[in-house]
């Protein structure tokens, strides 16, 4: 069972399923990055998305994999193994850019704040654009990041450095 999948199907924040369910919200994240619940949050978990909790693993197994019957055959397992990838990468590709539209709002209202504050304390010298300047360099540098306009540190580069350090191919 993936818990992130399951919450986002339910169109739950981590803050909203934490309070169902009677845990911690730091409970949820680590849960949401793969580290078992113990039993009694795995059975407040299966009473709050309304699953037997004979389909939730047992600690200690991973939380985020799909489960599979001795009938399936190899092909459906890298199939479904594919799809799980496949998920889990546009979660955290969504999760990217949510955070690099944070960042934005963030911006927009800080930096109008700021010249608000500037043109009242000293209007005669423009200090604004520094921080402006600055805090908008790294915006436009998590943008050309988050939808890999230039992807220098992609797959490729991470393939390679790892070969690097290994000696050999992968």
């Known amino acids: 069972m993936n818990v992130r999948k399951l919450r986002l199907v339910k169109g739950?924040?981590?803050e909203q399923l934490a309070e169902m369910a009677g845990v911690s919200i730091r409970t949820i994240q680590r849960i949401e990055r793969g580290q078992p619940p113990s039993l009694e949050t795995r059975n407040a978990l299966a009473a709050v998305f309304e699953v037997d909790i004979s389909e939730w693993p047992m600690e200690g197994s991973d939380m985020n994999s799909t489960s599979t019957t001795p009938n399936d055959t190899a092909t459906d397992?890298?199939?479904?193994?594919a799809e799980a990838l496949e998920e889990q990468k546009a979660i955290e590709y969504v999760r990217d850019v949510k955070a690099f539209y944070s960042n934005l709002a963030s911006y927009l209202v800080i930096i109008p704040f700021l010249v608000f504050v500037n043109l009242t304390t000293s209007p005669g010298y423009m200090w604004v654009f520094w921080p402006a300047f600055g805090w908008g360099i790294g915006l436009a540098l998590h943008a050309l990041n988050v939808f890999e306009v230039f992807n220098l540190?992609?797959?490729d580069w991470e393939r390679k450095q790892v070969e690097k350090r290994l000696g050999r191919k992968l």
């Open 77 to 81: 397992h890298q199939d479904a193994k």
């Open 12 to 14: 739950w924040s981590q």
């Open 153 to 155: 540190f992609g797959p």
